[in-house]
């Protein structure tokens, strides 16, 4: 799913998340008093019920897919910006485990070093989960847990060279104690992607020893146009370098 940059705001997202949640709490209220007599025969346990059940909806339709989109955006673009150049002594190696702790814990391991990710700070997909567990607690006096079993970010024949595909998948119980009013929602999985266009270039800055940076974007030549001209251009634009293995 490719999700508008709009998405890219926390507040945002949250805001439009709790909006939804909101008319959804009214529209509830709003038939339980309907008619007196249907909401004196009705359990409130049953009305508490219909709303958790709108609630799970809307998290796994709407906010996980914003949470995880937002959050891997930011978390990739750091990711980028913090690499060593190519002369430096660590690297990433394995790149969804360096994302998997940068998304979860807005931080790096290189070597012996713990580095923190500024653009991360208050911003990781816990961060978003926990945000809406505060806003559960107040507005439903309902808690809720969760355990993120993985995160993969991928690129395949589907996406191509432009675009960028995450998932993620994990448990979650929402509600207290063994009663109707639970949910126990194992290994849901969530898919998002995005473009990643303006990001930096990773290979161009490895490659120079963070010499030479530039921005992914994307070269519309055609079969006749590689010309001696349109290739100097192309140099002096930064977006080609000399591979010293061809």
């Given at each position: ?49 219909s709303?958790?059940?709108?609630f799970v ?10 949470a ?54 208050n ?46 998948s ?14 126990t ?49 192309l ?12």
């Amino acid at each position: 799913m490719v999700i508008p940059r709009f998405f890219l705001s926390k507040k945002g997202i949250f805001l439009t998340f709790i909006a939804v949640l909101l008319v959804s709490l009214l529209l509830l209220y709003a038939s339980t008093q309907y008619e007196v007599s249907y909401r004196e025969t009705v359990p409130t346990e049953t009305l508490r019920v219909s709303g958790l059940n709108n609630f799970v909806s809307d998290f796994e339709g709407a906010y996980l897919e914003r949470a995880l989109f937002a959050s891997s955006h930011r978390e990739l673009i750091s990711l980028i910006r913090i690499a060593p150049d190519g002369s430096g002594s660590s690297r990433i190696v394995d790149i969804n485990q360096a994302f998997t702790e940068a998304i979860l814990n807005g931080t790096l391991t290189m070597g012996n070093s713990n580095i923190i990710l500024p653009e991360m700070v208050n911003n990781t997909l816990p961060n978003w989960l926990d945000n809406l567990n505060n806003f559960t607690q107040r507005s439903l006096r309902s808690g809720m847990k969760y355990s993120i079993r993985s995160i993969t970010i991928t690129q395949d024949d589907t996406t191509g060279p432009w675009f960028v595909n995450v998932s993620m998948s994990l448990d979650y119980v929402l509600g207290e104690g063994s009663g109707p009013a639970q949910w126990t929602r194992n290994n849901v999985t969530i898919f998002v992607s995005f473009d990643i266009l303006g990001f930096e270039d990773p290979y161009l800055k490895f490659q120079t020893d963070n010499r030479l940076n530039n921005t992914i974007s994307r070269f519309n030549g055609t079969e006749g146009s590689y010309s001696p001209e349109n290739l100097t251009a192309l140099i002096l634009s930064r977006q080609f370098i000399h591979d010293r293995g061809s």
